[in-house]
């Protein structure tokens, strides 16, 4: 008989097995759930900013279609605004690409008219219409017929745009907002303290 | 005994640099995430914006260089290239981001006037900063481009001349490369002429209007002769009637009759009251340069220097708007009578060095304008103008060289006249209760008597052009 090989089988008690399992189990849990809700925290910064980057671009949007307007018209819900442009480029189908089709995707020479009085730049017979409007979770583009998405989130974007006439001005303003996937409440307050905000003058409706 | 020392390892050292890799994993692809769309957010909407500032720069270039074609004529276009009659400059850098603007300018139409209708096309090109990359939001959904579709970059090749050329006109298509990272946009702004007679009295400093049984009211030539309707919205005319607008630069304003249109002064007093239909605005400044003789008018003719005694002219030709028969005259005390050659519309310019104390009468189908040096000091019957026309008989009053000098002109009573002034150096006087057609710009206005004044809203559109305005604003977009 020897005491040889008791001596080299080691091993934990129940008592230490139960504990240590307990432990590691709470170190992992607390380790994936950390991880679960740092993975979640990273994504909705991450959905923050992409969503505010479209923010950007609905203001640009607008802005650019803003200057170069004749007028603006906005809903009364203020979701849904319409700019009258001039006819910059000819295109197929206009009076000239009838006549000469190689003048289609050419810039079109002004023509001045007087009218009671005052005088009016035109480009071409008649105008483009672009229209911003909300569509589910994206904002549309819609010029001529053409739709664009120009920016699609499920945050729920909302552009709101104002348009101001003065007696010698005209301008819009617009404030872009999202629900940032951080709040889980859906707070209105979390709504607005995204709010980008921009103003573009009609550069055809000038003081003076 | 001896107990062997086991060789228990742990793992916890794993376990938690496996853990710290994985949240720096994470981390990492989050970060690489927002500094991408940083990279958009301050490179590419930075350099977007930059562009249509610098493109809209270029436009003030080529504007300042139109307003000197009335201002400094010498000087108007100096450094620009001319080809036929389009002008361009060279791309000009400026700003931190060096920023580059080139323009061209070319007049695109002459109205009835003569004067030139500019069109300027200005580019902007603003370098991309950061990473050379479309941003992670091109793609809005499967078939939609975000950035890209609107801010339209430059990586390698200029978009612009390989899909429309250099002039956006589908010549001269090529591939070319750029130096760097771009953004160029495109504007095309018009620029028109002022005239001089947007208004049917227009006065620096001091209005000291008509008397209480006179008014101030408009009518447009267009829609037949003049007649008091601004009181009848029935009336056909009624919409022409109420642009007997007054704008006076100080604050001085003193009135007894009526003024159907609106009032504007400098910091003055005026309140509503039943002697002015229209609004009233105390907070109007404005400023009118002095006024220098046109550079653009062809040589004089021999023919006509002196107005004494009865002087008829009969010029050579009939002439046009923008070259009319011009006469260089040291004094004009006669009377001159102006005839239509044949059945032609005339045009005259007579540049009148001295004083002018005599007559003139303007056949119908005549067109004169009158630049004087000195004073004007006439009755309102020695100002005939057949055709009733205001536009007709334009008068200019060149501004002294001396500040301190003054020019004044004095028309006295009896009689009625149609005609146009614009004289922002002149004090004008006008005394009695003449009935006037026309228009006028002065330095001061004073009447002493009961003399009405009738706006031919036609005036609006004709004149010698006194300065430029941007009116029309397009951005190609392309």
């Known amino acids: 008989m020897t005491f040889k090989s008791l001596q080299k089988t080691a091993g934990f008690t129940l008592a230490e097995m139960l504990v240590s399992v307990g432990v590691a189990s709470i170190v992992l849990a607390a380790a994936v759930a950390s991880s679960v809700s740092l993975q979640k925290s990273f994504s909705a910064a991450d959905n923050y900013f992409a969503t505010h980057m479209q923010q950007v671009r609905i203001v640009d949007y607008l802005s650019r279609d803003v200057n170069r307007g004749l007028s603006v018209t906005t809903s009364l819900d203020r979701q849904t605004v319409s700019i009258s442009v001039p006819n910059y480029i000819i295109q197929a189908g206009d009076s000239e690409a009838m006549t000469n089709p190689s003048l289609i995707g050419t810039p079109r020479t002004p023509t001045v008219a007087y009218t009671s009085g005052s005088l009016q730049i035109n480009y071409g017979a008649s105008t483009s219409t672009v229209v911003y409007s909300l569509n589910n979770s994206s904002i549309l583009r819609t010029e001529n017929g053409a739709v664009t998405t120009i920016a699609s989130s499920t945050d729920q974007l909302i552009p709101q745009t104002t348009d101001v006439e003065l007696a010698n001005t005209e301008y819009t303003s617009t404030a872009v907002t999202f629900m940032p996937t951080f709040t889980m409440s859906g707070s209105p307050a979390a709504r607005t303290g995204t709010s980008l905000y921009g103003t573009a003058y009609l550069r055809n409706k000038r003081r003076g | ?478």
Not at chain 2, 75 to 96: I, K, L, Q
Not at chain 2, 328 to 339: A, E
Request: with cysteine; net charge negative; hydrophobic share 35%.
């Open chain 2, 1 to 478: 005994m001896r107990i062997k020392q086991g060789s228990d390892s742990g793992s916890a050292l794993i376990c938690v640099l496996g853990t710290i890799l994985v949240l720096s994993l994470i981390a990492g692809n989050v970060l690489f995430n927002c500094i991408t769309r940083y990279n958009a957010a301050s490179g590419q909407v930075r350099g977007w914006k930059e562009s249509l500032y610098a493109a809209e720069a270029g436009g003030d270039l080529a504007y300042a260089e139109i307003r000197k074609t009335v201002f400094d004529p010498t000087h108007a276009f100096s450094g620009w290239t001319n080809s036929g009659a389009v002008y361009s400059n060279s791309p000009a850098t400026f700003g931190r981001d060096n920023l580059t603007t080139s323009a061209t300018v070319d007049p695109f139409y002459y109205d009835s006037s003569g004067n030139a209708w500019y069109r300027i096309r200005a580019k902007g090109v603003a370098p991309v900063l950061g990473l050379t990359r479309v941003t992670m939001d091109d793609r809005v959904d499967p078939g939609t481009r975000g950035d890209s579709l609107l801010r339209k970059i430059d990586f390698k090749y200029d978009h612009f001349i390989a899909a429309y050329g250099p002039n956006g006109d589908n010549s001269g298509k090529a591939i070319v490369s750029v130096s760097r990272p771009q953004i160029a946009r495109r504007v095309e702004l018009i620029a028109a002429p002022v005239t001089p007679f947007e208004s049917p009295i227009k006065v620096l400093t001091s209005f000291y209007g008509p008397g209480s049984a006179a008014l101030i009211d408009s009518y447009n030539s267009k829609n037949g002769p003049y007649y008091f309707g601004a009181d009848n919205p029935s009336d056909p005319h009624y919409s022409d009637s109420h642009s007997g607008d007054v704008s006076v630069g100080g604050a001085s304003f003193d009135l007894g009759g009526d003024i159907w249109g609106n009032v504007t002064t400098n910091g003055g007093n005026v309140t509503p009251n039943t002697r002015i239909h229209g609004t009233i605005d105390n907070n109007v400044p404005f400023t009118i340069p002095p006024y220098v003789m046109p550079s653009n008018l062809p040589p004089p003719s021999p023919s006509l220097t002196k107005i004494t005694g009865n002087v008829t002219l009969t010029p050579s030709t009939a002439g046009s708007s923008g070259n009319p028969n011009f006469y260089l005259v040291s004094s004009f005390s006669g009377k001159l009578t102006i005839d239509q050659v044949g059945t032609a519309e005339t045009y005259v310019a007579i540049h009148v060095t001295g004083d002018i104390t005599g007559s003139i009468d303007v056949k119908p189908n005549v067109h004169v304008k009158i630049y004087f040096d000195g004073n004007v000091s006439v009755k309102a019957q020695d100002i005939v103008n057949e055709s009733g026309l205001a536009g007709n008989l334009q008068f200019y009053g060149i501004s002294p060289t001396d500040p301190t000098a003054t020019q004044s002109i004095d028309i006295a009573s009896p009689g009625n006249f149609s005609a146009t002034f614009y004289a922002p150096s002149a004090d004008f006087h006008i005394n009695g209760n003449p009935d006037v057609t026309g228009a006028i710009v002065c330095k001061t206005f004073y009447e002493n008597g009961n003399a009405s004044w009738h706006y031919d809203r036609a005036l609006a559109a004709e004149g010698e052009r006194i300065d430029y305005r941007i009116v029309s604003y397009v951005e190609d977009m392309r």
